[in-house]
C-alpha cells in the first residue's frame, strides 16, 4: 500500500469507528474532526511525513474510545493489525490509555510513562495534547468548571515535560497554545469577577 492509500484507508477506518461519535465541547463537533486535526498538525505544521506516523495520528482515539468491552477491544486489536500492520498497532496502543483503569490512575501513568515513549508516540502524544487544548480553549465542554479546565492545562504540561525534545516545532507550538490558553482563561476569571462585584 502507497502512503497516499494507508492514510486514505486510516481515515476510513477511523471515521466508520468514531461514527455517530461526538467531541465533549458545547459545538458538538463531530469526533473524527480531532484525528483529522492532530494529524493535520503533525503534517502541516511540524513537517512530519513519516504514513506510520500520520496513520496512526488518525487511529490514535479508535482502541480507547470506540469499544464498550474487552472482547470487542481484542477484536479490534486484530482488525488493526491486519489492515494496518504491526507497526501502525504498536504505535496506536502505544498512545492509548488503559480504561479499565480509573481516570486518576490513568492520569499518573501518562505523567510517567511520557519520557519512555518512542520518538513517533511522542509527538503524536505532543499533538493530541496541542489539539485537546485548543477544543478547551475555542470550544470548552459545558459541564466543565474553570477549575477543571485548568487542571487540565496543569495535567497536559506535566505529560509535555517528558515527551519534549523530539520535535522543537512541536514544543513550541504547546508552549504558545498553553500560554494562549492559560491567558484566555485568566481573562474570562477576572471578566466573571468584573460582573459579579
Known sequence: MNDLALILKSLDFAA???????????????YINHPIQVANLLANYAGEADPVLISAAIL???????????????????????????????????????KTLDKFERKKL??????????????????DKIMNLRDLTDNPPSDWSRGRITDYFDWAEKVVEGLRGVSQILDDLFDEDLA????????????????MA
Do not use: C, M
Open 16 to 30: 466508520f469507528r468514531h461514527k455517530g461519535q461526538l467531541r465533549k465541547g458545547e459545538g458538538s463537533t463531530p
Open 60 to 98: 490514535h482515539d479508535v482502541v480507547e474510545d470506540t469499544v464498550n468491552s474487552t472482547s470487542e477491544r481484542d477484536e479490534l486489536i486484530d482488525q488493526i493489525s491486519e489492515i494496518f500492520g504491526e507497526e501502525i498497532l504498536s504505535l496506536t496502543l502505544e498512545v492509548t490509555d488503559d
Open 110 to 127: 501518562q505523567i510517567e510513562s511520557a519520557s519512555h515513549k518512542s520518538d513517533r508516540a511522542k509527538k503524536l502524544k505532543i499533538a
Open 180 to 195: 494562549i490558553a492559560r491567558a484566555r482563561y485568566e481573562v474570562k476569571v477576572r471578566w466573571d469577577r468584573d460582573i
